[in-house]
């Protein structure tokens, strides 16, 4: 089945800098890959997405890179703010391509 | 923006009790999940349910778990016999389509096993 793997488990930046978190994955048949924040307490929220026919998304602030041959994606968070602190979790599609896979999570924290 | 809501936000039982956590997906959501947080670890799938079956299930779902649709707006999952180890956050979530879109999660259960 799917394994997702992800780095760093924790990353301290600076407020206004950029933030960088990897994730790689092991099934090929994986089409979609989702971004969920998690603040603490709160449920999992969708940040970005992308999908297996497109290299690189952005959403203002955020950008999420996708190596389909290298079967790895990267999430870009860029200038970025004290509220970004939270824990990011990347996933990827099952094999059915009904649930998803979950990495273990970056806990983010933006100093200010 | 419609949410999905879950019940009851925090649920303390003995060992061996069972247990009901109820969820309301969104109303025009076909597709109904069931995850599990322990706490500081990553999110886990646990069943997929659609058309009032159970489309996928993983390893953690074992016979100790069922999920329902009682009705035309509650999703349940059911513990038998908790154990200590079932202790965790319970997220339901749900989509509208039946792969690769996002999936909408409710605020979770905190499940506390004693």
């Known amino acids: 089945g799917e394994n997702v793997e992800q780095h760093p488990s924790t990353l301290s930046v600076q407020e206004g800098d950029s933030a960088v978190i990897k994730c790689t994955y092991s099934?090929?048949?994986?089409?979609?890959f989702p971004w969920y924040k998690q603040e603490l307490g709160k449920r999992p929220q969708l940040i970005i997405d992308?999908?297996?026919?497109?290299g690189e998304k952005k959403d203002q602030r955020i950008a999420v890179t996708l190596n389909k041959t290298a079967k790895h994606f990267s999430l870009h968070i860029t200038e970025t703010q004290p509220e970004d602190s939270a824990v990011y979790f990347c996933?990827?599609?099952?094999?059915?391509?009904?649930?998803?896979?979950f990495g273990p999570g970056t806990r983010l924290s933006v100093l200010p | 923006e419609p949410e999905v809501t879950q019940t009851p936000s925090h649920q303390v039982t003995q060992m061996g009790q069972e247990v009901i956590l109820r969820c309301v997906p969104i109303s025009n959501h076909l597709y109904f999940y069931w995850y599990r947080q322990i706490l500081g670890q990553k999110v886990e799938f646990l069943v997929s349910?659609?058309?009032?079956?159970?489309?996928?299930k993983s390893e953690i779902f074992d016979d100790q778990f069922s999920v329902e649709r009682p009705d035309g707006s509650n999703f349940t999952l059911k513990i038998r016999s908790t154990k200590l180890e079932d202790s965790a956050m319970y997220f339901c979530?749900?989509?509208?389509?039946?792969?690769?879109?996002?999936?909408?999660f409710g605020p979770g259960t905190r499940l506390t096993v004693t």
């Open positions: 996933a990827a599609t099952s094999p059915g391509g009904q649930n998803f896979v």
């Open positions: 349910f659609y058309n009032n079956e159970i489309s996928e």
């Open positions: 992308i999908r297996s026919n497109v």
């Open positions: 099934d090929s048949a994986s089409n979609y």
């Open positions: 979530a749900s989509t509208e389509y039946d792969r690769d879109y996002e999936q909408y």
